[in-house]
């Protein structure tokens, strides 16, 4: 199966970039369909057929014969994802697990002597493995797809993926649906059995040296938030000494364990859910670390941020972990004025001499675009300095070409 892509999709293809979108394809599959709308694919790549999800298709534009290959997706609005650029060998389920193993062999030793259960095997794209995440949780690993081409291959995938995880002694494989409720089973679990033993809905990993509940039946992405590791350990080492700590949007309590491991006095974690919260709290515990002499709020945050500076509360260590704002480029201009409000309401609260760690999880938003709603106009102070700009770590890697992968900003201000 032949898809002819446009000059600007072939140009990225070449870059390394592994998405081709459906307004990409020169001739059928395009359908003016726009990027990151979810149009369907009714249109067939030219050569005759209609591809299926999971089709292999190889790609060649005006004046290049084969571009590359890839996998086609049928419904969503990445119609291709490409794993080859070159014509050396098929595309096919030995050639995905051999990635694999790469990707898990390049991590070997990198969490041995840190202490750590928890870290992702394989980063999709970033690991050259496109649509494939894996998240290792101890003797589990999850595994979640993005689009709809990698499921038709899993049968065939899942032997090699059980002798490779086995040999890292991983037992049992699940897979984590994507998307909100229609994936989630009636007791609202987004987790399916794969392999191995039965994976537990909760259990206890180790990050860092430190015991972190994951709820892998329901949490969010596949159970935790694995690319904020570093970030924590890094908040742990700002902790010693603080009075009073405040995390917003605190969900499992992660930063606020880091924290009050570190030596804060009290840490306050702010998130709407409460189930966050309890989950918090048995991680607290876990670690020797006794919730009630911390607080745990459960509130909207701009709410909270509004009545804590109305009592007058001040915090000397802060950080703010939102969930994305900014799901899509045209959101961007609202997500930007988001960040604007909350980043003022912050420093509201944050006494002379603290730290602020702020977050962002949207590639939609850069660095730079992130910076400017912590400029001095907007927090309408003029004391505090970048100390550092933090992201990813590396067990999510990315590539060059690959922007939409560099997601995470962790800024730090003083
Ligand atoms: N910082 C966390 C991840 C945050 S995920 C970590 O490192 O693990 C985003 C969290 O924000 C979710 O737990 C969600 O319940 C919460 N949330 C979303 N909107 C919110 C709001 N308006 N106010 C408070 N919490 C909110």
Redesign the pocket.
């Known amino acids: 199966m032949r898809v002819h892509l446009t000059a600007a999709a072939a140009a990225a293809v070449r870059r390394g970039h592994p998405w081709v979108y459906r307004d990409g394809i020169a001739d059928g599959g395009g359908h003016g369909s726009k990027r990151g709308e979810g149009k369907r694919g009714e249109r067939a790549p030219r050569g005759g057929g209609v591809a299926a999800s999971g089709d292999v298709v190889e790609l060649s534009a005006e004046g290049a014969p084969f571009l590359g290959r890839g996998l086609w997706d049928a419904e969503s609005a990445i119609a291709v994802r490409v794993f080859q650029r070159t014509q050396a060998r098929p595309l096919d389920e030995r050639a995905i697990a051999e990635r694999l193993e790469r990707a898990f062999a390049l991590r070997d030793g990198w969490f041995a002597g840190r202490d750590t259960t928890a870290y992702r095997l394989c980063n999709g794209e970033g690991d050259r493995v496109p649509s494939l995440v894996i998240d290792r949780y101890d003797r589990a690993a999850v595994i979640r797809l993005d689009g709809d081409m990698l499921a038709p291959w899993l049968d065939r995938l899942l032997p090699h993926l059980g002798r490779a995880l086995g040999a890292l002694g991983v037992r049992s494989i699940g897979l984590r649906a994507r998307g909100p409720s229609a994936s989630e089973d009636a007791e609202g679990k987004k987790l399916t059995h794969l392999h191995g033993p039965p994976l537990p809905d909760r259990l206890f990993v180790r990050e860092t040296g430190i015991a972190m509940e994951v709820d892998l039946a329901r949490g ?1 992405k596949t159970g ?2 694995l ?2 590791r570093d ?2 350990a890094r908040v742990r080492a700002l902790a010693g000494g603080r009075r009073r700590v405040l ?9 606020s364990v880091a924290a009050a491991l570190g030596g804060a006095d009290r840490v306050t974690s ?4 409460s189930a ?1 919260h309890a989950s918090a709290q048995r991680t607290f515990r876990e670690n020797g670390v006794d919730p009630a002499a911390h607080e745990f709020v459960t ?6 941020l509004e009545k804590a500076r109305a009592r007058g509360d001040r915090y000397d260590l802060i ?1 703010c ?3 994305s704002f900014a799901p899509s480029e045209r959101a961007k201009p609202r997500a930007l004025g988001a960040y604007r409000r909350l980043h003022a309401a912050v420093a509201r609260v944050l006494d002379r001499g603290g730290v602020l760690c702020a ?1 962002s ?1 949207s590639s939609h938003i850069t660095a730079e675009d992130f910076l400017a709603t912590l400029d001095d106009a907007t927090l309408e102070r003029d004391d505090l300095r970048i100390r550092a700009i933090h992201g990813q770590p590396e067990d999510h890697p990315t590539l060059p070409a690959w922007w939409e992968g560099r997601y995470l900003k962790f800024v730090v201000l003083e």
Request: aromatic fraction near 18%.
């Open positions: 969010q935790a938030f690319d904020q970030n924590r995390n917003l949007f605190s969900y499992a309590g992660g930063f702010v998130d709407s859910a966050a509130a909207d945050a701009f709410d909270f950080i972990d939102p969930p977050a999880c």
